[in-house]
């Protein structure tokens, strides 16, 4: 199973871009799927993240307000919607998936997930 980040680019801020996550290959039901992000010289940081049901969907303050996430199940594909782009949104997102339900307080914990995606870049102009 591997998770493919789309969608990344340059934009301006104020801008908006969505970010895509899909599982390719063998695929199983991957519970919690989340967001994380590094920026330039800075570790990876937890941006979001949503189980498998509606109502799930959790946000660092860094990003609430600005960033909607969304998944569609059947295709174990999660969107990152990004509106009102900072420069300081500028990284690499990472997507990552974990078959168990995991609790919400560990969502933010890199270790442990079983997939993880190899980035797509995005960069917010100021």
């Known amino acids: 199973v591997q998770l493919v980040e789309s969608g990344g680019g340059l934009v301006q801020a104020g801008g908006s871009l969505r970010v895509s996550c899909a599982a390719s290959g063998r695929t199983f039901r991957i519970y919690t799927m989340v967001w994380f992000r590094q920026a330039p010289g800075k570790g990876r940081e937890f941006v979001s993240g949503?189980?498998?049901?509606?109502?799930?969907?959790y946000y660092s303050d860094s990003v609430k307000g600005r960033f909607t996430i969304s998944r569609e199940n059947g295709e174990n594909t999660v969107y990152l919607q990004m509106n009102s782009l900072k420069p300081e949104d500028t990284g690499v997102y990472y997507c990552?998936?974990?078959?168990?339900?995991?609790?919400?307080?560990?969502?933010?914990?890199?270790?442990?997930?079983?997939?993880w995606g190899q980035g797509t870049q995005v960069t917010v102009s100021s």
């Open positions: 949503m189980g498998w049901n509606p109502g799930t969907e």
């Open positions: 990552a998936g974990d078959r168990s339900v995991r609790a919400r307080s560990l969502w933010s914990d890199e270790d442990g997930y079983d997939y």
